[in-house]
């Protein structure tokens, strides 16, 4: 098994979205020793906005493309190296203005590519990133999973549209909520999340068993 690891957070190591999704990577390859590691700091090593080099180079032929086209567009094909070898993806974001990190959001316009991961046929798009198991951990100052804030919400109704699209539905949500509710809050948040973490291990290893 291949585990790629995104991460997102600009909070550094006081980030409980990081801390969680870590935690869940590394529990899943303690489950598995021959599993492999990918990660990927968005925060460290940001991915470039796509800009009209990128949004030109993608339907340029590699042999006309400008020394700049080559470089935005082999950073994207980089990363989409990493997706499509990777059986396991762990995505990990703060809530961040009601949606994701800018950075988060990068990555998934470097990954959303026509004729690589979704193409258009007679009954319309087709997702071509099959068979991946997707985590999404996200964490949030308040409570957004239930209540009247639900339909504030646009980070997991947005991640589960677009990794849908490009072909990847099978999609678990771990979220640390709370966390702006004072030290009680966030210490029940971790526990909560840290109990799904394990329940996804647990499932994890009975499907592989069974495979």
Same mark, same amino acid.
């Given at each position: ?13 006081? *980030?409980?979205? @990081?801390?969680?999704?870590? &935690?869940?990577?590394? =529990?899943? %390859? ?7 590691? !990918? ?74 590519? *026509?004729?690589? @991961?979704?193409?258009?046929? &007679?009954?319309?798009? =087709?997702? %071509? ?7 999404? !951990? ?74």
């Amino acid at each position: 098994m291949s585990i790629l690891l995104v991460t997102s957070s600009p909070r550094g190591n006081a *980030s409980h979205s @990081t801390r969680v999704a870590t &935690e869940l990577a590394e =529990k899943l %390859l303690a489950a598995d020793p021959s599993a492999k590691l !990918v990660a990927r700091d968005l925060v460290a090593n940001p991915l470039p906005h796509i800009d009209p080099d990128y949004s030109t180079g993608i339907y340029t032929p590699v042999e006309a493309r400008t020394q700049r086209q080559a470089e935005v567009v082999g950073v994207s094909d980089a990363v989409l190296d990493e997706l499509f070898a990777a059986d396991t993806i762990i995505l990990a974001t703060g809530f961040i203005n009601f949606g994701i990190s800018s950075t988060l959001k990068s990555w998934v316009d470097h990954v959303a590519r *026509s004729g690589k @991961t979704f193409a258009y046929g &007679e009954n319309g798009p =087709k997702g %071509l990133v099959t068979g991946k198991k997707v985590y999404i !951990v996200l964490a949030s100052g308040g409570i957004y999973s239930e209540g009247a804030a639900v339909q504030m919400d646009h980070a997991i109704p947005y991640l589960r549209s677009v990794l849908g699209f490009i072909g990847m539905t099978d999609v678990e949500v771990i979220r640390i909520e709370g966390v702006g509710m004072g030290p009680d809050a966030v210490t029940a948040a971790l526990a909560k999340a840290s109990a799904k973490v394990d329940a996804a291990v647990a499932t994890a290893a009975t499907v592989a068993a069974a495979a």
